[in-house]
């Protein structure tokens, strides 16, 4: 893979070189995670997070994909996820889950 900064060949880690490999707000090299398309440090992951939990004001109901009332994030794979209460895996604050299945039949003439 190459660095989405600088295009230099195989980086040491997934996305971005040594010199890149910094959090993308606030720039430090300490302490860092990738999430949400980038690297950040953990306090400014989670600012990220309490900004998107005071903005999300999205629709929650019969969408394809489970999606947290809190923060927005969608599940990838729902279909995994089983019905009751779960945390989110991006924001961690609690969520129920139901899942709304509908059933639908063909018919046609038989030979």
């Known amino acids: 893979m190459n660095c989405r900064t600088c ?11 040594k010199d890149h490999y910094k959090c993308m707000d606030c720039g430090t090299k300490d302490d860092l995670i990738t999430a949400d398309g980038g690297v950040y440090c953990h306090d400014c992951r989670d600012k990220k997070i309490k900004e998107r939990i005071t903005n999300f004001k999205g629709d929650t109901d019969y969408t394809n994909e489970i999606v947290c009332p809190h923060c927005g994030y969608k599940y990838g794979d729902s279909w995994e996820v089983t019905e009751g209460i779960d945390n989110c895996p991006d924001c961690d604050l609690k969520l129920e ?15």
């Open 97 to 111: 889950i139901v899942r709304d299945v509908e059933v639908t039949y063909c018919t046609s003439k038989a030979i």
């Open 7 to 17: 295009g230099k060949a195989n980086p040491e880690h997934i996305w971005y070189c």
